[in-house]
């Protein structure tokens, strides 16, 4: 088991149900999520001590969010009770070719007051061995980007590891923004997840413009030689519909590049799967397995939480090595 530290902002997620759109109103049902928290969620039900660092309002809505993260037993005594609300998204699922839509409402939230805290640093990184981050925290907000920065540098002092997650979001920032931001947190970064999109697009590296699985070896080759980087993974989605989708994984280790089986599924709630399937990869990685079974626990924890609804997933260690173990079997006997 290792100790292992989040550190982002949990979002009340509101969902038309049915598969309504979002501009004929009506009835929504809540979540919570967030790209670190979900990754916390993941990590604590396979087994390991995690904290979140972050910030929730001192109100009703704040109290049901630290719940949603108590329940899967993750340490929320680094939660700050501060600010006045908490960030929310609106969520309009897709159904066959009709694609997905995110709203943002998360001005003025709570996590935006979290760089005028004092951090102990110390006490936070105290025997950490991991520190997972997302490339959506820094596009917050100047000084949430700063003090995604000082975090990951405070626990580089401090010999942690460090997870970096591009999770690049357009609606919330430029490409000349996170390339900027990006290139400043990638020397601090152990553990990288990035796509064949995000060498092509966001860092502006030359390949084709369409998957091509011996070009994203060498742009991990390249990446691991400048940055230090140990293991980098990502994943290749297949589309067939909004509803079924083929899942294969990618890691990168001591010059090798490891892929995962492909597999096919249908989707009963999309938002969360790359959290999951990070989740499992640092399972895996911290866990000291083989960087062959690294990717496919990953790929396996990814494609399970696309089987149940909301952000989070919901499966222990044991149940995503009975999926990899039972993948074609019928019932669970």
């Not at 950490?128 to 925290?137: A, C, E, K, M």
């Not at 390339?179 to 995000?198: M, N, R, S």
């Not at 509803?243 to 990168?252: P, Q, R, S, V």
């Amino acid at each position: 088991m290792a100790k292992i530290l989040t550190m982002g902002e949990l979002l009340l997620r509101l969902t038309p149900v049915n598969h309504q759109r979002l501009n004929l109103g009506g009835n929504f049902t809540a979540n919570y999520g967030g790209a670190e928290a979900n990754v916390a969620v993941s990590l604590s039900r396979f087994g390991h001590d995690v904290s979140f660092l972050s910030a929730f309002p001192p109100n009703d809505i704040g109290d049901a969010a630290l719940s949603h993260l108590q329940a899967s037993g993750v340490d929320t005594s680094l939660v700050f009770r501060l600010g006045e609300r908490l960030g929310i998204y609106f969520y309009e699922g897709g159904f066959s070719l009709r694609r997905a839509k995110v709203i943002y409402d998360r001005k003025a939230s709570s996590v935006l007051e979290l760089p005028d805290q004092d951090i102990d640093w110390d006490y936070v990184c105290d025997k950490v061995d991991l520190l997972h981050v997302t490339g959506i925290t820094p596009a917050l907000s100047k000084g949430m980007k700063e003090f995604t920065l000082a975090g990951i540098q405070e626990a580089k002092k401090r010999n942690v590891q460090v997870s970096f997650d591009f999770n690049y979001r357009s609606k919330l920032w430029t490409v000349e923004e996170a390339k900027e931001t990006f290139l400043e947190i990638l020397p601090h970064v152990d553990i990288c997840f990035a796509g064949y999109k995000d060498f092509v697009y966001l860092l502006g590296f030359e390949g084709p413009d369409e998957f091509d699985k011996g070009t994203l070896e060498r742009f991990y080759r390249e990446f691991a030689e400048r940055y230090k980087i140990k293991y980098l993974a990502s994943t290749r989605r297949t589309v067939f519909s909004t509803l079924k989708n083929e899942l294969a994984g990618y890691i990168y280790f001591e010059d090798h590049l490891y892929e995962s089986d492909h597999v096919s599924f249908e989707i009963l709630d999309r938002i969360g799967g790359g959290d999951a399937f990070a989740a499992g990869v640092l399972h895996g990685i911290v866990s000291g397995l083989a960087p062959e079974e690294v990717i496919e626990f990953g790929i396996g924890s990814g494609v399970l939480k696309h089987t149940v609804y909301g952000d989070h997933n919901q499966f222990s260690e044991e149940e995503v090595e009975a999926f990899l173990a039972n993948r074609d079997k019928d019932v669970n006997r």
